[in-house]
C-alpha cells in the first residue's frame, strides 16, 4: 500500500542582526601599571584627623538638630546638611546621628507644617530614603484642585529640583502613586525650560543638568560622591569641615580599592606561574 508523505514548508532562518564594532583599544590595565600605584592615604597615618572632622561633623549636625527646634529654616537646614553627607559619601559615618535627626523633625509637633516646596520634598525623600513612612499626599498642598501642580511654582527651580527626586521614589502599589506621577511630570516639563534660562557659571545648572540625564537614586553613590565633592566645594554654604572630611574619606576607600586590586593582580600572576596557565588561549576543560 502506497502511503503519502505530508507536505512540508522549508523556514530558512532568519539572518543574523549586524552588530556594530566597538573598535575597544587594548587594555593597559597590566600587572605592572596595577602594581605601580602608590599613595600616601592610609587608615594608620589619617585615623586621627578622620576621627577628628567625624567628630566635628557631627557635633554640626547635632546643633542643626536643637536649634530653633521645629522652625522651617531649622528643618531645611538638617535636610540639607544630611543630604549633602549623604552625595558626598560619608553618610555610613553618621547612620545613628542621621535617624536621630530625622525621627526627632517627624516626632516634632510642627512636622508637616512647612509651606516651602523644597523643604517638604526634600523631607519626603530624605525620609523615604531612611525607611520612614511619609504620605504623597504631603505634597497636595501644591495642587489645584483639578489635581495638577500649581502654576506658581513653575519658577521655583530649587523647589522642582527637589520636587523632581523626590518623585522617583514612589513604592509599588501605593495609593497615592498617581500624585508622585503628576509630580515628575510637572517638575520635568518646567525645569527642562527653566535650565536654558540659568547662567552656565550658575551652580545650580550644573546640578539641574545632572539629575534630568540621571536622578540621584539612579546614580552609584562612590561615583556621586567624587562628583558631589566638586559641586559642594562650589557652594557658598558649604560645611567646611564636612568637605574635608568628604575628600579624605574619599581618598582612604581609594587606597584600599587600589590595594585590593593590587592584591587580585597578584593572584592571577600567581596562578598563571604556579599552575602554568597562560592567559591566552588556554582554559579550563570540565
Known amino acids: 500500500m502506497m502511503t503519502s508523505s505530508p507536505s512540508s514548508t522549508l523556514i530558512s532562518n532568519p539572518p543574523a542582526p549586524q552588530r556594530r564594532l566597538a573598535q575597544y583599544h587594548p587594555t593597559i590595565w597590566d600587572h605592572k601599571l596595577i602594581d605601580s600605584f602608590t599613595t600616601h592615604y592610609t587608615y594608620e597615618l589619617h585615623a586621627t584627623?578622620?576621627?577628628?572632622?567625624?567628630?566635628?561633623?557631627?557635633?554640626?549636625?547635632?546643633?542643626?538638630?536643637?536649634?530653633?527646634?521645629?522652625?522651617?529654616?531649622?528643618?531645611?537646614?538638617?535636610?540639607?546638611l544630611i543630604d549633602s553627607m549623604q552625595r558626598l559619601g560619608v553618610a555610613y559615618h553618621f547612620e545613628k546621628e542621621t535617624d536621630a535627626a530625622l525621627l526627632s523633625l517627624v516626632s516634632s509637633s510642627t512636622h508637616g507644617t512647612a509651606d516651602d516646596l523644597h523643604t517638604v520634598a526634600l523631607q519626603?525623600?530624605?525620609?523615604?530614603?531612611?525607611?520612614?513612612?511619609?504620605s504623597p499626599e504631603v505634597f497636595n498642598k501644591f495642587r489645584s484642585r483639578d489635581g495638577s501642580f500649581k502654576d506658581s511654582l513653575s519658577?521655583?527651580?530649587?523647589?522642582?529640583?527637589?520636587?523632581y527626586?523626590?518623585?522617583?521614589?514612589?513604592?509599588?502599589?501605593?495609593?497615592?502613586?498617581?500624585?508622585?506621577?503628576e509630580?515628575?511630570?510637572?517638575?520635568?516639563?518646567?525645569l527642562r525650560q527653566l535650565v536654558g534660562t540659568l547662567?552656565?557659571?550658575?551652580?545650580?545648572?550644573?546640578?539641574?543638568?545632572?539629575?534630568?540625564?540621571t536622578p540621584l537614586n539612579w546614580r552609584m553613590p562612590r561615583i556621586e560622591?567624587?562628583?558631589?565633592?566638586?559641586?559642594?566645594?562650589?557652594d557658598n554654604s558649604k560645611n567646611l569641615a564636612l568637605l574635608e572630611l568628604a575628600k579624605l574619606d574619599y581618598n582612604l576607600v581609594q587606597s584600599v580599592?587600589?590595594?585590593?586590586?593590587?592584591?587580585?593582580?597578584?593572584?592571577?600572576?600567581y596562578v598563571v606561574e604556579r599552575l602554568g596557565f597562560q592567559k591566552q588561549g588556554k582554559f579550563l576543560k570540565g
Open 124 to 134: 519626603f525623600r530624605m525620609l523615604r530614603e531612611h525607611g520612614i513612612s511619609i
Open 49 to 80: 584627623r578622620l576621627e577628628s572632622l567625624k567628630q566635628n561633623v557631627a557635633k554640626t549636625l547635632l546643633a542643626a538638630s536643637t536649634s530653633n527646634k521645629g522652625s522651617s529654616a531649622s528643618t531645611c537646614s538638617v535636610l540639607k
Open 155 to 163: 519658577k521655583d527651580v530649587e523647589g522642582l529640583l527637589s520636587l
Open 183 to 190: 509630580a515628575k511630570s510637572f517638575s520635568t516639563k518646567n
Open 225 to 234: 560622591a567624587r562628583n558631589f565633592i566638586d559641586i559642594y566645594e562650589r
Open 199 to 213: 547662567e552656565d557659571d550658575n551652580l545650580l545648572k550644573q546640578i539641574v543638568e545632572q539629575s534630568l540625564e
Open 257 to 269: 580599592y587600589q590595594m585590593e586590586i593590587k592584591e587580585l593582580s597578584r593572584q592571577d600572576i
Open 165 to 181: 527626586e523626590a518623585s522617583h521614589l514612589g513604592m509599588p502599589g501605593e495609593e497615592e502613586d498617581h500624585v508622585l506621577e
